[in-house]
């Protein structure tokens, strides 16, 4: 389950609301889907039984998780089905398994929260005070222990990794990472996602979608070390260069409009801003030592994305 700054007590909030979710009515398609959901999660872990599954869709969610059902609305997710272990005078264990739709919003929604050791279950996973995440295809899972004890913890992993292994098959990251320059890159830190009510989470820009994200864009957040310092880049995906280049502008307007027709600006905290619109994409190089660090990184991103797909705006 998503987890972030007090969002644990929002875990156990949502543990303790199970009960309260209602069953979804579904037609025989979305019955089926949530069957195969449901089959890829084990029926008992060691003397824990499961309870009745619980199903629920992107309406239906904040009946369930309260505080971080708008986290798996703007993944797209499509379906939850929740399964319950109980053991008499133990702690439950709780298995969320999400359909996401597409292995991007999969991998993206995994990203949120990244905090924790790898667990080495599924495509990505992070195992944190009795809390195991994974994605793998298209779906995303979460392995909670109400209380974290040595017993717990052996049996969230099990069921992780029965439920991973269960998943057939493997699903891509989304293509957009593939235009991150490597050099300097924080692997473990990257953030996939579509809005910029989630990038404002992770790195606050405006409190407007100054880059015309809305829902349908992609982004992807990534932080660089070197030797001025951490640095942030953001790479925007669009439907068209007419988009990408009426985000460009709309940033300018909003994060930096005293750079005129420069393409960076130094910001207060004495670091530099640079943007460029690169086809469909836009670029943004936030925090870097000085304004050529900052065209570097640019360039770099533009060399990625290659003279097929970049034209600079």
């Known amino acids: 389950m998503v987890q972030s700054g007090g969002m644990k007590k929002v875990v156990v909030l949502a543990a303790a609301l199970a009960s309260l979710g209602r069953p979804v009515l579904m037609s025989q398609p979305e019955q089926s889907d949530a069957r195969l959901l449901g089959s890829f999660i084990p029926v008992t872990a ?14 239906s969610i904040f009946g369930y998780i309260d505080g971080a059902g708008e986290v798996y609305r703007s993944y797209n997710m499509k379906r939850l089905v929740a399964r319950r ?6 702690p439950d264990i709780v298995v969320d398994a999400f359909d996401m ?26 195992y944190k005070a009795g809390l195991l995440s994974f994605w793998k295809d298209r779906y995303f899972v979460s392995v909670y222990a109400e209380e974290e004890t040595p017993e717990t913890r052996e049996l969230v992993l099990e069921l992780g990794r029965a439920t991973a292994l269960a998943i057939p ?4 990251k989304p293509e957009l990472l593939k235009l991150l320059p490597s050099e300097g890159l924080d692997a473990g830190g990257v953030r996939y996602f579509h809005n910029h009510s989630v990038l404002n989470y992770h790195f606050f820009v405006a409190e ?15 932080e660089y070390s070197g030797s001025g310092g951490r640095s942030r880049l953001l790479v925007a995906a669009y439907a068209d260069p007419a988009a990408a280049r009426k985000a460009g502008d709309s940033f300018v307007r909003g994060y930096m409009p005293e750079s005129g027709d420069k393409e960076g600006v130094r910001t207060e905290n004495g670091k530099w801003t640079s943007r460029r619109v690169l086809g469909r994409f836009l670029a943004v190089a936030f925090d870097e030592a000085t304004e ?10 533009e060399a990625l994305a290659g003279p097929g797909k970049a034209g600079r705006a």
Do not use: C, M, N, Y
């Open 46 to 59: 060691g003397p824990w039984l499961s309870e009745a599954d619980q199903v629920f869709d992107a309406a």
């Open 85 to 90: 272990f109980h053991k008499d005078g133990k």
């Open 101 to 126: 739709g597409t292995s991007g919003d999969a991998f993206g929604v995994f990203t949120h929260d990244l905090e924790g050791k790898d667990a080495a279950v599924g495509q990505g996973s992070t």
């Open 169 to 172: 098959g493997e699903g891509k």
């Open 208 to 222: 407007a979608d100054i880059l015309e994200l809305g829902q349908t864009a992609e982004a992807v957040l990534a």
């Open 292 to 301: 050529e660090k900052a065209g570097a990184r640019l360039d770099a991103v």
